[in-house]
């Protein structure tokens, strides 16, 4: 699968932190001119164009980009306003870090045409708390924007107007969730609420909020200076299109960000990041996150698409792979994510409070070697209860790897209940392998 | 709030004409809650004493009760002291299959400290996280706002070694 990066053009190189791209070489390299493109063009027009592309959003949830823009009132006396989701938080991912540092303009202008589009002045960037280096590279970027002309009273001369501010979070994993980041931006606790009213409607501080991924954001730009359909020419079919970003990690060889036409299949992606870690066999992936389903090695030449991931019951989530190894134990692992989940639950809704935390409680005692035999369905009796039930995505998310480790590895856990321990080798401090 | 009365504090200078130069940019001063505990805790070094809660709370007239409702919430807000250094070892999954809770013990050895607690000579204060999102660099932590990447025990006590 050819490989041209798109996203990644300027980043040279997927893992370091490196100086960020400045506004003059961003410019220099054609930056900003798909948001001069989209200046020259009337507002529903670009909607059109992003619409035609089949960009959709990037942070998980597949919602298509340009869909979400229309849902914004084009009469309203309200403001209007743009939410860049930055609070990457779900383990495994850390594309849009790498995007925010090393390439802080591309953002930018995504951002920047967007808002014209749906007539918002008003942007707002919510990153995540921890992402301190990353918040200043983006001040620094949009200092050089405001300098430049490119943002402010009167964006490329165009009569536009636009504020971007970056609004960091606190460390809260929840506030990832659409309308727990407009709580968290209002000052609240990040809870999430209660939808429909979605937030095209009411969202920030009341009004009609659009929210968008970084990496979706960031796609804009290239389908306003390439066109609709050269971006969807890139990809699976005509529901999944555009470059992606991949993030690998766990036991490979070079964990990092690649850049693939959606649709790469694990094979392909492991022979780019330089296979399983130590020429191990590979047992298992979770090819979307800690909310995707945990598949085995058989799956390893699907292509990791929304559709195609969703048939085997998993999903392409935030793009963000684990591997593991023949030596890992799927109990364990499955327990780690479990704890995240349970750690960050707003307590909102019972199902999701109780189960995720009595979720870790059951894997633990099975990892302890102090498993019961009936553990396997009660696991799956939970998560049914778990499913659908609560307010946000959340709850969901812990069922996604909990279900599947019953449902796709229960060997796995009969064997620890057989034994009465757990069965695998413990893994060792890492080593270096280079 | 504890029983005891303690008085709001002047919010520092720089505090409050940091929040004010934010108001123009959001339409309600509840907003700037979360911008003003980070810049009050900074202050306040490293963490929020019962007197920052309620200057903040006085600054942006908001209850104290709910200030505190929001402190709680997030991690990276802290009620009580911290050590010079914040360490936070991602044990995390990616972080874990190639050896994050080993580091994370190692380090506590290390320091001769437990969970959350700041070690004997004030330098460093110790915590487990979640995904700190740079997962390519497992097994990591965060010193203060600097990334580690791909630790060892040994690394990581050279690392620990060499703060002030
Ligand atoms: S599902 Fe969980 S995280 Fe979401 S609102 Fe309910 S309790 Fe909170
Ligand atoms: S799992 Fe450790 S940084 Fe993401």
Known sequence: MAAEAILLRRSHGATALQAPVPLEAYRGDGGYEGLEKALSMEPGDVIEEVKASGLRGRGGA????????????????????????ADESEPGTFKDRLLMETDPHQLIEGCAICCYAVGAHICYIYIRGEYVRQAEILETAIREAYDAGVLGDNVLKSGFKLDMRV???????????????????????????????????????????????????????????????????????????GPKLYCISGHVE?????????????????????????????????????????????????????????????????????VMDETTCLVRAVQRLAKFFAHESCGQCTPCREGTNWSQLVLGRIERGEGRPEDPDLLLRMTANMSGTAL??????????????VQNFRPEIEEHLAAGRCPHPYRPVFEETA | MPETEVAAAELPEEVAGAIDELRRHYPTAEALLLPALHFAQKHWGGWLPEEAILAVAAELDLAPAKVLGVVTFYDLFHQSPIGRHRVRVCTNLSCALRGGQEILESVKRHLGVGENEVSADGRCS???????????????????????????????????????
Request: negative net charge.
């Open chain 1, 167 to 241: 609004h960091r979070g606190a460390g809260a994993y929840i506030c990832g969730e659409e309308t727990g980041m407009l709580e968290s931006l209002e000052g609240k606790r990040g809870q999430p609420r209660v939808k429909p009213p979605f937030p095209a409607i009411i969202g920030a501080f009341g009004a009609p909020t659009v929210i968008n991924n970084v990496e979706t954001l960031c796609n804009v730009p290239h389908v306003m200076t390439r066109g609709a359909q050269w971006f969807s020419d890139v990809g699976t079919d005509e529901r999944n299109t």
């Open chain 2, 126 to 164: 110790v915590a487990e996280f979640e995904c700190l999102g740079a997962c390519e660099q497992a097994p990591m932590m965060m010193v203060d706002d600097e990334y580690h990447p791909r630790l060892t025990p040994q690394s990581a006590a050279e690392i620990l070694e060499g703060l002030d």
């Open chain 1, 254 to 322: 070079r964990p990092g960000v690649y850049e693939f036409p959606i649709g790469v299949t694990l094979d392909e992606l492991l022979e780019a990041a330089g296979g399983v870690l130590g020429g191990k066999a590979l047992k298992a992936f979770i090819p979307g996150g800690a909310s995707a389903a945990l598949l085995g090695a058989e799956h390893s030449h699907l292509p990791m698409d929304f559709d195609s991931l969703a048939k085997v019951g998993s999903m392409l989530g935030s793009a963000a792979v684990v």
């Open chain 1, 62 to 85: 597949g919602f298509p980009a340009g869909v979400k823009w229309g849902f914004i009132p084009k009469e309203t006396d309200q403001p209007k306003y743009l939410v860049c989701n």
């Open chain 1, 392 to 405: 946000c995505a959340l709850a969901d998310a812990c069922v996604g790897p909990v279900r599947s480790l």
